[in-house]
């Protein structure tokens, strides 16, 4: 192997030295997936799930969250991100990508969280907060295209490769970063409970979400747990999760709209943003095609469509892979919004997810997307506005979105490269 590019301190992922064949599968599969120059990392962990041996794995902060569930002092509040609830099946021989969000809220339960809250809460508020942004960039003809900046791979790439566009990344925080700044500044508030004795962990099927963590105005999520990660834990305390007792999430933040679910799927964040858009514009609900955008929901790596809004039509574009995007990069100006994912098929084929084998995991990917897309279908509320959950907490303490207070909380800037450690 010609190059070291796991550095010993990096928050996402670690390399088992004694495992390591050195056979360079990794670094083949970093070339394919981000085609980047030697050494450079974005920490999405794709080489973690082609590796024959088992050398990568997730940086494990499982042991300091027990610590956290055995301290009486402390509430553990552990938000669940949507691709996890249909991959934690492929760890313990359920149908592939089997949708199990009411077994997986059940067994984080037993593990002891105080509240298991749904991260799809945190994809609506920045659904709201980012199709907000695009309609005022679009209205003052400022700074587009808008890039989506959930990805802290996508962002990774873009300080190191594109730092003069920054200004194009939307300053939206992730779901995760918004789900836990609301966590300990809202529910806290909520419930009486001091702020310095919440500790969030964040559930999510991303390694990079490790790093996320670490940047300046991410500081409200105090560990991420990956898929893979909490199969450990689960086999470690020996729990049966087959029969795992069913359970539901907890209140208030603990349910989003069929748009915060598809989040977990390439396509899935800018559709989201789209039906939203369309109401914030119009007063009313997106016609039919919102809640199926067939264009945007294909396999191919780059994909796009042209969206009419009513008040104007606008290009949106929506790539998954960083070789892809850096491929195509300066014809995105043509476009008004670019969803950018990593990982292919977007987070439900994130680098925390259970290992399958290399040769099924397209099958794994749709079977994934598939069951999102199904879950999204069968809710009443498919519309992030329409959560009755987030009308309270924008009434109750947001006040509308883009407020100062959403801006202070909600919302980060971009530095040039300030690079996870
Ligand atoms: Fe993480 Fe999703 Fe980005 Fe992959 S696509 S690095 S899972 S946020």
Redesign the pocket.
């Known amino acids: 192997m010609d190059r070291v590019f796991v550095a010993e301190d990096n928050p996402s992922f670690q390399r088992i030295e004694e495992r390591c064949l050195h056979c360079g599968v990794c670094l083949n599969t970093c070339k394919k997936q981000n085609n980047l120059p030697d050494k450079a990392c974005l920490n999405?962990?794709a080489c973690i799930l082609t590796c024959p041996v088992g050398a990568l794995v997730p940086r494990y902060n499982y042991k300091e969250v027990l610590a956290n569930i055995n301290d009486q002092e402390k509430f553990v509040i552990i938000s669940v991100s949507p691709?996890v609830r249909v991959a934690i099946g492929d760890e313990f021989g359920f149908a592939k990508g089997e949708f199990l969000e009411k077994k997986l809220v059940g067994v984080l339960k037993s593990l002891g969280f105080h509240y298991v809250f749904d991260t799809t809460f945190g994809a609506d508020l920045t659904t709201i907060e980012e199709a907000t942004e695009l309609i005022d960039r679009i209205e003052n003809k400022q700074n587009l295209p808008l890039f989506s900046s959930?990805?802290?791979?996508?962002v990774l790439n873009m300080e190191m490769n594109h730092k003069d566009d920054l200004k194009h990344l939307s300053s939206c925080k992730?779901p995760i970063g918004m789900q836990s700044s609301m966590i300990k500044n809202y529910f806290a508030k909520l419930k009486a409970i001091e702020k310095e004795n919440i500790i969030t962990v964040a559930l999510?099927?991303?390694v990079?979400?490790k790093s996320e963590i670490k940047r300046k105005g991410f500081e409200d999520t105090d560990y991420v747990l990956t898929t893979s990660e909490l199969a450990m834990l689960i086999r470690e305390k020996g729990i049966d999760f087959k029969n795992v007792a069913e359970a539901e999430f907890d209140h208030i933040l603990g349910k989003g709209s069929g748009g915060g679910v598809i989040f977990g799927s390439s396509g899935g964040v800018c559709e989201s943003v789209l039906r939203t858009a369309y109401f914030l514009l119009n007063k009313e609900k997106a016609p039919q095609d919102f809640f199926n955008l067939e264009s945007l929901r294909t396999n191919d790596p780059i994909k796009t469509a042209e969206i009419d809004l009513k008040k104007f039509k606008i290009k949106v574009a929506v790539i998954n892979g960083i070789s892809e995007v850096n491929k195509v990069y300066s014809s995105l100006k043509d476009y008004d919004f670019v969803e950018v994912?990593?990982?292919s098929g977007?987070?439900v084929?994130?680098?925390?997810q259970p290992l399958v084998r290399t040769a099924e995991m397209p099958e794994y990917i749709k079977a994934r997307r598939e069951n999102l897309y199904h879950d999204d279908a069968n809710l009443t509320k498919k519309s992030s506005y329409e959560n009755p959950d987030i009308q309270k907490i924008y009434q109750d303490y947001l006040k509308y979105p883009g407020s100062d207070k959403a801006q202070d909380l909600l919302h980060v800037k971009y530095d040039v490269k300030e690079l996870c450690k």
Not at 150 to 154: T, V
Not at 349 to 352: L, V
Request: one cysteine or more; hydrophobic letters at 15%.
């Open positions: 999405c962990g691709a959930c990805c802290p791979s996508w992730s999510a099927p991303c990079s979400k994912m990593t990982c977007g987070c084929g994130g680098g925390g």
